[in-house]
């Protein structure tokens, strides 16, 4: 009865759904890494060395931007996933380990997008207030990234007793 419903959702073999998956998602993927990297980089090496001092917003969008490199290294893993017909060749292993830090680092960036923009907020609406609120010792240590990957270990344990890593049942990517 399971093979019908998946039949129904996907259609046949040459549905939308499928096209989408096989082509539309790698070439998406592709371009986000090379614009990605092209444009990450640049930002890593100006705050290295051109940034003379550091203040909240630098940290966060520092964060941000490892972040962001650090998911956008997951992609070639899933655009080979995705071109070699949804069928993972690197291990279950690998897969959970991907799958994991391409949520985690995913979630981490609206993280610090949130930050940036409520840090942001402060110093423009409350602009003395926003002094004492928040400093750097406090901004270095209020990323939650530690307690969120275990939170979320334990999240795909659970959900892995139900699901494959990389299962025909859950095609997102």
Not at 17 to 41: E, H, K, S
Not at 87 to 97: A, E, P, R
Not at 144 to 157: A, D, H, T
Request: net charge positive; aromatic share 14%; hydrophobic share 45%.
């Amino acid at each position: 009865m399971e093979p019908k419903a998946e039949a129904d959702f996907c259609g046949s073999a040459d549905s939308i759904l499928d096209t989408i998956q096989r082509t539309l998602i790698p070439a998406t993927f592709l371009f986000i890494l090379f614009v990605g990297l092209w444009l990450n980089f640049p930002i890593i090496w100006i705050l290295m060395f051109r940034m003379k001092r550091w203040n909240r917003s630098t940290i966060f969008l520092c964060n941000l931007v490892f972040a962001d490199i650090i998911w956008i290294l997951t992609l070639p893993f899933l655009i080979c996933y995705h071109l070699n017909q949804l069928h993972w060749i690197f291990g279950d292993s690998l897969c959970k380990i991907i799958r994991t830090v391409y949520h985690l680092c995913y979630y981490c960036s609206i993280y610090f997008v949130t930050c940036l923009s409520v840090d942001r907020y402060l110093a423009i609406v409350h602009p003395l207030k926003s002094l004492w609120v928040l400093n750097k010792q406090q901004s270095l240590m209020k990323p939650p990234i530690g307690r969120s990957f275990l939170r979320y270990s334990n999240i795909l344990q659970h959900s892995e007793k139900h699901l494959g890593c990389l299962s025909s049942k859950s095609n997102v990517a």
